[in-house]
Structure formats: structure tokens, C-alpha cells
């Protein structure tokens, strides 16, 4: 497993802006691919957004496409999330997770095997 630390959350008006990012610790950044999920209060975990470890495809929840943009630096061992158009309804705490070592990239938790502590976002209307 690789360890996580998530940055960046915070509060913002509706329509705003904010970068997440997500360092990792560990070997062979690369191999893993990075998974965004957000849970609000009495909501199951849902998936946002998700990047292969080479960069090479993107994968969006519909609720975000067009304003979320997931990209990773491997040499930084870091991942991103910019949100753009920042609604009300995107309030919730944001998780960062990676797969197992050349794990297949998924949009559902089960994927994951390795979590970030959090950060809360709260987007004011």
C-alpha cells in the first residue's frame, strides 16, 4: 500500500474554484492508478473522477464532467483534482485512493486499496 495525504479543501462560493491534490509516499508512483471519490453527510462514498498511471485516460462522473479535471505528476508522486463552477451539491469530504501496483483503474471504491485521510469541501450558495 501507499500512503496518502490529501490538500487543498476548504470553503468557497458557489461558482468558485479549488485544486485538491493528493502526494504519495513510496516507490513506483507510476504503477498505481488514482481514483477522487467524494462522501457527504448521510451519502454513501461516490466516485468523481480517476487517472491510469501513465496519465493516458481520464475518467469523469457525469455530475462533474466539464468542470473537474483530474491530471497527476508522476516525478512529484502527486495527483490533482481542479474544480471549476463549484456548486452547492459538490459539498462533501474528498478522498484520494490508489490501486494496487498495475491494478486496473475503476470508477467504484472496491478498486482501491490504499485511502487518503481527507479533505472537507464546502461550497457556499
Known amino acids: 500500500q501507499v500512503q496518502l495525504v490529501e490538500s487543498g479543501g476548504g470553503l468557497v462560493h458557489a461558482g468558485g474554484s479549488l485544486r485538491l491534490a493528493c502526494a504519495a509516499s513510496?516507490?513506483?508512483?507510476?504503477?498505481?492508478?488514482m481514483g477522487w471519490f467524494r462522501q457527504a453527510p448521510g451519502k454513501e462514498r461516490e466516485f468523481v473522477a480517476a487517472i491510469t498511471g501513465s496519465g493516458g485516460s481520464l475518467y469523469y462522473a457525469d455530475s462533474v464532467k466539464g468542470r473537474f479535471t483530474i491530471s497527476r505528476d508522476n516525478a512529484k508522486k502527486t495527483v490533482y483534482l481542479q474544480m471549476n463552477s463549484l456548486k452547492p451539491e459538490d459539498t462533501a469530504v474528498y478522498y484520494c485512493?490508489?490501486?494496487?501496483?498495475?491494478?486496473?483503474?475503476?470508477?467504484?471504491?472496491?478498486?482501491?486499496?490504499?485511502w487518503g485521510q481527507g479533505t472537507q469541501v464546502t461550497v457556499s450558495s
Open positions: 485512493a490508489a490501486t494496487p501496483p498495475w491494478g486496473l483503474t475503476r470508477t467504484t471504491p472496491d478498486g482501491y486499496d490504499s
Open positions: 513510496g516507490r513506483a508512483f507510476s504503477t498505481y492508478g
